[in-house]
């Protein structure tokens, strides 16, 4: 499979991004975008690979791998984001895309919809981890600012001790949550001295936008795109699990279950990448036919 590397000037950003595989056909089915955050193009290399007839687009986001972002407190906002992916689509020039989208690049690519409703054909967006839906959304809250917390306490591996620890509780964040003991970086394989930086996207206070993020359901209601909510069939009852079951229920839809957990793409050994293509593929298919009148 051959890669070609691009770059398009944004608000603030230079964005890069990655085209694998043949160019899109005249006629042919549209390209297939790839968003994450705070994940850059290489996360969706091995699901990439499973498209080898696809045009597939990788990017990464600002401030992230080789995008440059001149404010880093605006970078992880789904709607700059937003922003920054429709800049990609129009450099493409292929007109509107497939696009599969996971965590936050899900919210990114939910405000991407509403802004830019012509742009997407069908969005699948696994695990949006959308807070403030959940129907204990205040102590969820409460639980990712102790990640916060604890980062800004002790550095990156006590931050993400917490936050890891955060999404693998399942059911809600009820008082036994809090009254666990501080998590143990090493449980993790994760450092525990600290390097004394705190400028990390998911746990500085560069992350505020994504936790306050809420999608706009009339505007996706009203949009021409097939908005599919995901989840990992391993992540029932996880905290990325209940934010996609709570966003399927905000647009009227039962939620779609794939293999795996929120990284099953992933060919890391842990995740389930040919069985996440194959129900990747079977959901984009299904709705090109439905559009087809197939």
């Known amino acids: ?92 020039g292929a007109g509107p895309v497939e696009m599969f989208a996971n965590g936050g690049g899900a919210m990114t690519a939910l405000a991407l919809v509403a802004a830019h409703p012509h742009d997407v054909t069908t969005l699948v967006a696994h695990e949006p981890p959308l807070i403030r839906l959940l129907p204990d959304a205040e102590a969820a809250e409460r639980a990712f600012l102790g990640c916060m917390r604890a980062y800004e306490a002790k550095g990156f591996g006590a931050g993400m001790a917490a936050f890891l620890t955060m999404t693998r509780w399942r059911g809600e964040f009820t008082d036994a949550y809090f009254a666990r003991p501080p998590a143990d970086p090493s449980q993790f394989g994760l450092p525990a001295e600290d390097d004394g930086s705190r400028d990390d996207p998911l746990l500085s206070d560069r992350s505020t936008g994504v936790g306050s993020y809420r999608p706009d359901a009339g505007a996706l209601a009203a949009a021409p795109t097939r908005v599919v909510i995901a989840m990992g069939e391993e992540s029932r009852d996880l905290f990325t699990g209940r934010t996609a079951a709570a966003t399927a229920e905000l647009l009227g839809q039962e939620v779609t279950v794939f293999p795996g957990h929120h990284r099953g793409f992933l060919g890391d050994g842990a995740g389930r990448p040919e069985a996440f293509a194959r129900a990747l593929r079977e959901v984009l298919d299904a709705s090109a036919r439905r559009s087809s009148g197939g």
């Open 1 to 92: 499979m051959t890669t070609t590397t691009h770059t398009v000037e944004t608000t603030g950003a230079t964005l890069v991004y990655d085209v694998d595989g043949p160019p899109p056909a005249a006629g042919g089915r549209p390209p297939l975008f790839m968003v994450g955050q705070h994940m850059d193009a290489t996360g969706f290399r091995t699901l990439a690979s499973y498209f080898p007839d696809r045009t597939v687009v990788r990017y990464d986001p600002r401030g992230r791998g080789r995008s440059t972002c001149e404010d880093g407190r605006a970078a992880s906002s789904p709607t700059v984001q937003a922003g920054d992916v429709h800049a990609v689509i129009e450099a493409l």
